[in-house]
């Protein structure tokens, strides 16, 4: 089992910079594909970026490409998600996943977290 905690949101102006970390509990964490989404008022929750349980892959969402990071350090259990260049349409709510593969990392993900808000100001 695979307890996950967000954190490092906040209010940010555009073109601005932000990073996310997901603290996960559980021996298991290094043997976990995680991932992050975001889900905006009114609008579905989207995959934003992956990385594999060896970190050797990573995978991101077109609108992030370039300018999101998504890092893992199973030492301290901990992904994360650097956010550079900030624009308001990346205001949501970020949401860290853990499931066995990457290539079931989506909306029926096993594991999630509570969210943590991220809000860009233009």
């Known amino acids: 089992q695979v307890q996950l905690v967000e954190s490092g949101g906040g209010l940010v102006q555009a073109g601005g910079s932000l990073r996310l970390s997901c603290a996960a509990s559980?021996?298991?964490?290094?043997?976990?594909?995680m991932g992050w989404f975001r889900q905006a008022p009114g609008k579905e929750r989207e995959f934003v970026a992956a990385?594999?349980?060896?970190?050797?892959?990573?995978y991101y969402e077109d609108s992030v490409k370039g300018r999101f990071t998504i890092s893992r350090d199973s030492a301290k259990n901990t992904v994360y998600l650097q956010m550079n260049s900030l624009k308001p349409e990346d205001t949501a709510v970020y949401y860290c996943?853990?499931?066995?593969?990457?290539?079931?990392?989506?909306?029926?993900?096993?594991?999630w977290g509570q969210g943590t808000q991220v809000t860009v100001s233009s």
């Open positions: 996943a853990a499931d066995t593969t990457i290539a079931t990392m989506g909306p029926g993900a096993s594991h």
């Open positions: 559980g021996r298991t964490f290094s043997s976990y594909a």
């Open positions: 990385i594999s349980w060896s970190g050797g892959n990573t």
